[in-house]
Nanobody, 135 residues
Framework: QVELVESGGGSVQAGGSLRLSCAAS????????LGWFRQGPRTEREGVAS?????????????YYARSVQGRFIISKDNARNTVYLQMNSLKPEDTGMYYC???????????????????????WGQGTQVTVSS
């Protein structure tokens, strides 16, 4: 079992920045993909970004982004703190939504996050943190 707790959401004007954090606890053994998803008021949950945690290995830190956030958002992690971050820059009103952290245990020799944007790949989910971007 893995518990995930998000923080860092809030309200910001378009063009602003926010940094989300997700603290993981429980059975957080390697390898694992840690992802961020979001769901707007009238949209389905969609993948935003994901990162592979497989340390030590040259594949640790492989990152994946949705096209809509490429170049604006940065996903990172701190293995020692079991925490994953999402730095969100140049925010747009369409980025508004509930942001969820998710964890997907991976096979021992994984070199990537597979279908990283597929919600079915993730066994554990946080409660979410709201992000609101006003124009």
């Amino acid at each position: 079992q893995v518990e995930l707790v998000e923080s860092g959401g809030g309200s910001v004007q378009a063009g602003g920045s926010l940094r989300l954090s997700c603290a993981a606890s429980g059975n957080t053994a390697n390898p694992m993909c840690l992802g961020w998803f979001r769901q707007g008021p009238r949209t389905e949950r969609e993948g935003v970004a994901s990162i592979l945690r497989r340390s030590p290995s040259p594949y640790d830190g492989n990152r994946y982004y949705a096209r809509s956030v490429q170049g604006r958002f940065i996903i990172s992690k701190d293995n020692a703190r079991n925490t994953v971050y999402l730095q969100m820059n140049s925010l747009k009103p369409e980025d508004t939504g509930m942001y969820y952290c998710a964890a997907a245990p991976r096979p021992s020799r994984s070199i990537d996050c597979g279908s990283w944007a597929d919600t079915a790949e993730y066994a554990y989910w946080g409660q979410g943190t709201q992000v609101t971007v006003s124009s």
